[in-house]
Every structure is written in C-alpha cells, then in structure tokens.
C-alpha cells in the first residue's frame, strides 16, 4: 500500500481525537503533523506544506472555521484540501457552505467518526490507494 509519502495535518484540541486520527493514517501509510487550534494549525501549515488537512471546528483560541478562512487567503495555503472532523451537529455543513468568506471543505465528518469512510475520502482526495 503505498501513499506516496503524503503528509496530513491533524487538527484538533481533543488528544484521543487526534491520536485515533495518526493511528488511522499511520496505520494506512500516511505521514502525519498534528496542531490542537487554528493558529498553531495555521503556522503547521504553512511550514510543512501538508497535502491534507484534517480540521476540528469547536478549539479554544482560533477556531477551525477561522483556519479554513485563513488557509483559503494565503497563497502557501489556499489549495491545500482540507475535511472538517467535527462534533458540531451535521446542520453545520450547509451553514458553512453558505458562507461567503469561506471555502467550503472538500468533505465533512461529524464524531464519532466512521474510519473506514474517513479513510476512503483521505485517499480519493489524494488520489493514491
């Protein structure tokens, strides 16, 4: 199984989220960075260059939504696919898709999080598996 070296960054202020989420990638072959808010995601971003990122919406400090608007403004950023891995009811999916000052991700999981279809979009996004 090969993944071509991906590299995915997890965001999420909830350890156990964030050590099921490496686990799953680890386990299937991807390379993984972690940050626990929107701004120490932001600044992991734009310093490995992740090719997924992987993004809570409720943190403390700078939220998820505020990290999607970032990463969208930023050039080193802006085409970066990212999945929101949420706690927030799935009503949040159209709510965020409305919003103009934000792109919308490319999928959304609500937690608890079903890992083999979280595992199918990670790869379809990247297009290895």
């Given amino acids: 199984m090969s993944t071509n070296g991906k590299k995915i960054l997890v965001v999420d202020d909830e350890p156990d989220v964030v050590k ?4 799953l990638l680890e386990d299937n072959g991807f390379e993984t960075v972690t940050a626990c808010n929107g701004k120490e995601g932001m600044e992991t971003a734009i310093k490995e260059k992740p090719d997924l990122i992987s993004l ?14 970032n990463l969208s403004e930023h050039e080193a950023t802006k085409e970066i696919p990212v999945i929101l891995v949420t706690g927030v009811d799935f009503s949040f999916k159209s709510f965020i898709e409305q919003r103009k000052q934000v792109v919308p991700p490319k999928a959304y999981f609500e937690k608890p ?15 290895v598996g």
């Fill in 56 to 69: 809570d919406v409720t943190m403390p400090g700078e939220t998820g939504v505020r990290m999607l608007r």
């Fill in 113 to 127: 999080i079903d890992k083999d279809k979280l595992l199918a979009e990670v790869k379809s996004l990247l297009g």
């Fill in 20 to 23: 099921y989420i490496t686990s």
